[in-house]
T-cell receptor, first 114, second 116 residues
């Protein structure tokens, strides 16, 4: 059974609209993250949350807003969508320990913005 | 900033043949970053294949090996005899934060296809 659930698997949106990507983890981890991979680019770190608090934000645009309603949830709200936002978005989690944690990833949400 | 460069695109290898996927890195904020190989099987999320946090050491898992070479700043992934079940996308990555391996810099990924 997948321990990190991302919904939906595929998402098509029109330019200017807003979407929410869902992520739930059932590993009991205390930290969650979002990464993104656009076509022909590496995976890029976006956000990290620890104990439901934002720890690091590498996303320049305020159109991307993580939302953590429960400690095992970290959704990603994207507003005013642009075609450049088309990418696969990966949620991940870890148990934070000094220099030792391993990231566990979900299977991703592939977003296409038309 | 940090960067990871790995064998680009797709690699096709016949079953039971050897494999090498090249990975070189550049870390600007730390001399000896932690190095990782992640693998993504079809329909699944990325999962850790192996990691090495000490320069000069070798990591191994599921028949794969990678040696942390600080002189050449490389971390090539090797396997002596691949199987069809190894078909997946492989990602080399580094972390440069002293206390966390969570903020990773990835390469673009290399898709391995093993033909029978």
């Amino acid at each position: 059974d997948p321990k990190i659930i991302q919904k939906p698997k595929y998402l098509v949106a029109v330019t200017g609209s807003e979407k929410i990507l869902i992520c739930e983890q059932y590993l009991g981890h205390n930290a969650m993250y979002w990464y993104r991979q656009s076509a022909k680019k590496p995976l890029e770190f976006m956000f990290s949350y620890s104990y439901q608090k934002l720890m690091d934000n590498q996303t320049a645009s305020s159109r991307f807003q993580p939302q953590s309603s429960k400690k095992n949830h970290l959704d990603l709200q994207i507003t005013a969508l642009k075609p450049d936002d088309s990418a696969t978005y990966f949620c991940a989690s870890s148990q934070v320990r000094e220099g030792a944690e391993t990231l566990y990833f979900g299977s991703g949400t592939r977003l296409t913005v038309l | 900033g940090d960067s990871v460069t790995q064998t680009e695109g797709q690699v096709t290898v016949s079953e039971s043949k050897s494999l090498i996927i090249n990975c070189t890195y550049s870390a600007t904020s730390i001399a000896y970053p932690n190095l990782f190989w992640y693998v993504r099987y079809p329909g699944e999320g990325l999962q850790l294949l192996l990691k090495v946090i000490t320069a000069g050491q070798k990591g191994s898992s599921r028949g794969f090996e990678a040696t942390y070479n600080k002189e050449t700043t490389s971390f090539h992934l090797q396997k002596a005899s691949v199987q069809e079940s190894d078909s997946a996308v492989y990602y080399c990555a580094l972390s440069d934060l002293g206390g966390s391996n969570a903020k990773l810099t990835f390469g673009k990924g290399t898709k391995l296809s093993v033909k029978s």
